[in-house]
């Protein structure tokens, strides 16, 4: 039976150690609180599917992010896949070269390899793999988000020219049509996850994120649940169902 993969890289609020950042562990939580993907991993739960969940919070090590700084556009602002600066451009912590070498190769690539493995199992097995990237965003903007309109949707998908098939685009905008909810392609974020050894490689290896405006599910700008969370919880366990019926 084929599985989803379901790629959860922000959800944790861990931080393995906390070498070179600022002494003000407040400061750090309630910017935690503003970048957490909150409660992703009960969202997008499932017991039959493979769920590659980063174990440490996106302010320590931010896994969707290109290893290389050079290409990476979030880089510029010090939110690349090692943060230095807070969203509102102020220093978060002095990363030297021996330090962000620790943490890519330790948790960084430990995350990848195994999403690697994963999707070479589903490929070994059903001779196709379908990856779900899933995240939530902020009903209004951060400081740094590129797409600035204060106009968000209920659900985003992100799409990838060369690894989402236009028959997953349909449904996917179909489905969420049908529901009632409002739907961005590649809007207010864009784009979807792929390990590099498949990345513009491989056609078989398909993908789609998945967006959730927080305002549909929290109490914001807290963290509480909000009476919704059940209703969008079914919302995108159907929606992933729908996916696994689709490919």
């Not at 909810?181 to 996850?193: C, F, H, Q, R």
């Amino acid at each position: 039976m084929k599985k989803l993969l379901l790629h959860i890289p922000h959800a944790s609020l861990d931080i393995p150690f906390r070498d070179g950042y600022i002494n003000d562990p407040v400061k750090i939580e309630n910017e935690q609180l503003k970048l957490t993907d909150w409660y992703t991993d009960e969202l997008f739960f499932s017991s039959t599917d493979v769920m590659i969940t980063a174990p440490f919070s996106r302010v320590f090590c931010d896994v969707e992010r290109f290893e290389n700084d050079a290409e990476e556009i979030m880089s510029k602002y010090g939110m690349g896949a090692v943060y230095t600066h807070f969203d509102n451009g102020e220093n978060l912590r002095v990363v030297t070269p021996t330090l962000r070498n620790r943490i890519m190769q330790d948790y960084y690539w430990e995350n990848h390899n195994k999403f690697t493995l994963a999707v070479t199992a589903e490929l070994e097995k059903h001779g196709k793999c379908l990856i779900v990237d899933c995240h939530s965003y902020p009903s209004t903007p951060i400081t740094r988000d590129l797409n600035q309109s204060p106009i968000r949707p209920d659900f985003n998908i992100g799409i990838d020219a060369f690894h989402t098939p236009q028959f997953i685009i349909d449904a996917s905008v179909a489905f969420f049509e049908e529901k009632g909810y409002s739907l961005g392609v590649d809007w207010p974020y864009s784009g979807t996850i792929v390990p590099m050894n498949f990345y513009k490689k491989n056609t078989n290896v398909f993908s789609i994120m998945l967006e959730i405006n927080r305002g549909l599910y929290l109490l914001e700008p807290s963290n509480e649940k909000s009476e919704q969370f059940t209703i969008i919880q079914q919302v995108v366990q159907e929606y992933l169902k729908m996916l696994k019926n689709s490919y």
